[in-house]
Nanobody
Framework: QVQLVESGGGLVQPGGSLRLSCATS????????MGWYRQAPGKQREMVAT???????MYADSVKGRFTIYRNNAWNMVYLQMNSLKREDAAVYCC??????WGQGIQVTVSS
């Protein structure tokens, strides 16, 4: 089981930026796919972005052009760069490995 720890959340004004980080407990080369998901109060969890072992990325339509998922293989880290944040981006964001292992989640609040 892969252990995942997220960091980098917090409060940001609309239009601002945040970078979320996800540290993995094992080599990222052993993980087929990693992703960021989010869940807002009263809503279902939704996929935000994924990145495969080969580097293929996928994004939810709502974040395309604003968010970028990328990896640092040397440090076994996955990041989510979030720009032009909107109020509707506010949620608990979780890191996932192989659609199976999850971090505890981190709060992102977008408010003025």
């Amino acid at each position: 089981q892969v252990q995942l720890v997220e960091s980098g959340g917090g409060l940001v004004q609309p239009g601002g930026s945040l970078r979320l980080s996800c540290a993995t407990s094992e080599s990222i080369f052993n993980i087929y796919i990693m992703g960021w998901y989010r869940q807002a109060p009263g809503k279902q969890r939704e996929m935000v972005a994924t990145i495969s072992k080969g580097g293929t990325t996928m994004y939810a339509d709502s974040v395309k052009g604003r968010f970028t998922i990328y990896r640092n293989n040397a440090w076994n880290m996955v990041y989510l760069q979030m720009n032009s944040l909107k109020r509707e981006d506010a949620a608990v964001y979780c890191c996932d490995a192989n659609y199976n292992d999850w971090g505890q989640g981190i709060q992102v609040t977008v408010s003025s």
